[in-house]
């Protein structure tokens, strides 16, 4: 297997070695939800992490689908939503390979893509795909994170892995994705770099 397994991932968060954990819920997830952009609705997010979003999401009335590839993970989310008296649906899964029984309305993909290596990045957009009904909407927040080895020798480093923007045009192409225009939300990191957050839609 090319890139983190679910053991490295696993490892991470018995350790509690999870710089990316922002402490609460993304500032562009707020974002939408003030603005309307994103309503109550089925909802999947994958690489469900600490579950600050998925508690941010079962508060305002969505039906949340969290999954992890870390079992650690998804014990932290649960620990998070029953804290709160909330419900979600939590599923232990690769991403890549898991079908969900039936589509969701929409999904917030922000850590998922950039912790899976480069390679499998089309392996899960055939996975967004096939959850998101048509017509849904992809929320999506691509990690900012270029590193000098990748522009001066090409090496792949990671995670997290930098998500260029032309990368992302060619992986969610138009045949199945529609694109907003940019300029993107810019979304600073606490690790650091930042991410451009859009909302693509699912061609039917």
């Not at 579950?51 to 508060?59: F, Q």
């Not at 993970?73 to 079908?99: E, H, N, Y």
Request: glycine share 10%; proline share 8%; charged share 20%.
């Amino acid at each position: 297997m090319t890139g983190p397994d679910a053991a490295f991932w696993q490892a991470r968060f018995e350790a509690g070695d999870t710089p990316w954990d922002r402490g609460g819920p993304s500032s562009q997830l707020l974002a939408w939800l003030e603005a309307g952009a994103l309503q109550p609705c089925r909802i999947a997010v994958p690489g469900c992490g600490s579950g600050w979003e998925v508690a941010e999401l079962a508060s305002r009335g969505f039906q949340v689908v969290a999954i992890d590839y870390a079992q650690a993970a998804c014990d932290r989310t649960q620990a998070r939503l029953s804290a709160k008296g909330l419900r979600a649906q939590i599923i232990q899964a690769d991403v890549l390979s898991l079908r969900l029984p039936e589509p969701v309305d929409a999904v917030y993909e922000q850590t998922c893509l950039c912790a899976l290596h480069p390679t499998r990045w089309r392996s899960h957009e055939a996975s967004l795909a096939a959850w998101i009904r048509p017509g849904g909407r992809l929320h999506a927040l691509f990690a900012q994170r270029p590193r000098p080895a990748a522009v001066e020798e090409g090496l792949i480093e990671g995670p997290a892995y930098h998500c260029d923007i032309n990368a992302m045009r060619m992986l969610f192409d138009g045949d199945r994705w529609d694109w907003p225009s940019p300029p993107y939300a810019r979304v600073p990191h606490p690790s650091g770099f930042h991410e451009l957050g859009m909302v693509l839609g699912r061609r039917g």
